[in-house]
């Protein structure tokens, strides 16, 4: 009964490498006496390869990734000011569309508080909250433009596009994870500026919310919303929210939560048509790349959330209390690759 | 010699009325004296008065608000939930009305961490710098629509209005502010997402810095600028930033900074043309209303933002120093009017 997942590596670029390779010493570790093998394929993609050869990701490039049953992927982009680069945007070409084409319409962003983890909060109370971010909608699409660029009378526009159908399945997913938590569901949006936008969301909250009466609902705007993960986190369970002002929270979120050096991320497609991919919430900090200076600990963490999405309950909560016990007693400055060995270490304790 | 400033004053919702009682006693107080005098009309306005009589804001209302030299303004906004409220949206048809209508070009929102304030930060260090939030485009336009309302099929966009116009005015006034502190200047965007109008901002930017070399200029993508003012406020001087992201990081500034009752605003134009509006960034806090347990001190300092801009400068420090003495020694719990007079005892100490 032995199972085959074949999986897409995306080191990427900056400390991407480095940290990846921390994630897959994890997962050929966590799964070492299991049933289950990892086929992996690499694959180059990132600033590093437009530089080389100017693409960004080809259309054989995403053939080949959707090929695989998931992906992990490092972090993307290039050191910033990089005149070569300037009009690549390697993001938009690379990460985004990926999520996009793959329909990755659930950005899952888990935030925890690790005992011995060093928050800047005075008082942090217990925080342990997920960010439902939606993946494909928003003001992420890419529909915008300018006329007289570089003119005193330059026009840009930027449309966020949101769709009922969108909205609806990654509420439908936030209410469904609540249920399996805390049962708690807080909506997070601007709906007194954008109130259409705003307005559809919060009317979809309501319809499905009538299908979960057991699930406490509330809304705040975004501007508040980042008051409390500063001044009272512990009043989240899932949150649910559109893709810029996820962006944004689970940035702040993994700040409060001792760094984002330990915030995780999946980009979810859970109807199973596209593989789902994963990766830490951090970016590819060019200026310390190569020195083994990153924290993988974000990474191993996004190894345990593609177990979870792969039905490896089991090994993913393995991987999880590894990571656990090794913040619990970190110390001393180590480089990337001790901190992966440390905690494979607990893991195999 | 005498001067006669003549001042609009809009109470508003909830704790408006309380918190603005105070400003004005702060303001004949810091002018008992001097030759300056204020002559006010006060204008009932917000959801008491919609419900009351359907009106947000009529055009009679605008020409006489417009006829003052400044404004005060405490809150607006009614009961969340309230039904009869619904679909009246009092905050794009009053406070973002009066924001573009007077064309408050520059949304000013200084942060500071007075000795004493109870911040949520385990290390804060040393926190003082203003956001400079453009305040008549961007997402805030009202520039969207939705079709198929309600059905499985609705669409909702949202379009973000940027000129080079509008820009470049705001990061003028940007820059002049940073030559007059610490000369850093942090542009805040998300051009890798928002490439058009990341692209004007950033472009706009680094042609105003050719006319400022002694100010040191940097970029923040929005999420990364969350981090750090967690966990390092301190980096910041001047941020200048679009008006959705400036909403968001001053809350969140106001967090960082012993809370947003602490937190003034100026909704500024400039040029004169029409009068500028001072208010508190908190909201109108309805749960809390008529109980006296608002903090009135966000108010009081904007007192000092208006007189600041009415050239009153020696007045201005007068009251923010009252307000830092009040701060370093606050202690057991007051009501609204009673930390109003303390701040008024420590002036007149
Ligand atoms: C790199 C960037 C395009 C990306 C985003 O904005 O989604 C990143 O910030 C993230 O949160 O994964
Ligand atoms: C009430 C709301 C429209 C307003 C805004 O979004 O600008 C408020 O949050 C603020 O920051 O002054």
């Known amino acids: 009964m032995s199972r085959v997942v074949k999986l897409a590596v995306i080191p990427g670029d900056g400390i991407g490498p480095e940290v990846v390779a921390e994630a897959e010493k994890m997962l050929e570790a966590v799964t070492a006496d299991s049933d289950v093998t990892f086929e ?17 990701l080809t259309d054989d490039d995403l053939a080949a990734i959707s090929a695989n049953d998931a992906i992990i992927l490092g972090a993307v982009g290039g050191t910033p000011g990089e005149p070569r680069l300037k ?19 659930v950005n899952l962003r888990p935030s925890k508080l690790y005992a011995g983890a060093p928050g800047p909060l ?9 960010v439902v971010r939606e993946g494909t909608e928003g003001p992420y699409v890419g529909n915008g433009g300018a006329i007289r660029t570089g003119t005193p009378h330059e026009i840009a526009n930027e449309t966020s596009v949101n769709t009922a159908f969108g909205v609806e399945r990654v509420v439908r997913y936030a209410f469904d994870l609540a249920e399996r938590r805390r049962q708690k569901l807080t909506l997070v949006h601007k709906t007194n500026v954008l109130v ?3 307005g ?6 309501n319809e499905v919310a009538q299908e979960h009466p057991d699930v406490a609902v509330d809304y705040l705007h975004v501007d508040a919303a980042t008051i409390f993960l500063v001044t009272n986190p512990s009043r989240f369970d899932v949150i649910v929210t559109d893709n810029l002002f996820g962006d944004i929270l689970t940035d702040l979120a993994g700040a409060v939560t001792g760094g984002i050096g330990l915030a995780a991320s999946g980009n979810i497609n859970p109807d199973g048509t596209f593989p789902s991919m994963f990766e830490p919430v951090h970016g590819s900090a060019p200026d310390i790349a190569g020195q083994q200076k990153a924290d993988p600990t974000a990474a191993i963490l996004s190894v345990a959330l593609l177990l979870d999405h792969l039905g490896l309950r089991e090994e993913s ?9 090794d913040i619990a007693e970190r110390d001393g400055s180590r480089t990337t690759s ?12």
Not at 89 to 103: A, M, P, Q, S, V
Not at 317 to 325: D, H, P, S
Not at 338 to 349: K, N
Request: charged share 25%; net charge negative.
């Open 338 to 349: 001790q901190t992966g060995d440390a905690i494979i270490a607990r893991l195999q304790a």
């Open 196 to 198: 259409h936008s705003g």
């Open 317 to 325: 909560l393995r991987v999880t209390r590894a990571v656990e016990a």
């Open 40 to 56: 992996k394929t690499h694959f180059a993609l990132g600033a590093a390869r437009y530089l080389e050869t100017g693409d960004t």
């Open 87 to 105: 009009d690549a945007n390697i993001e938009r070409g690379l990460l985004l569309k990926l999520r996009f084409t793959l329909d990755h319409y």
């Open 200 to 205: 559809m969301w919060q009317r979809i909250v």
């Open 122 to 130: 005075a008082e942090p109370g217990e925080i342990d909250f997920v």
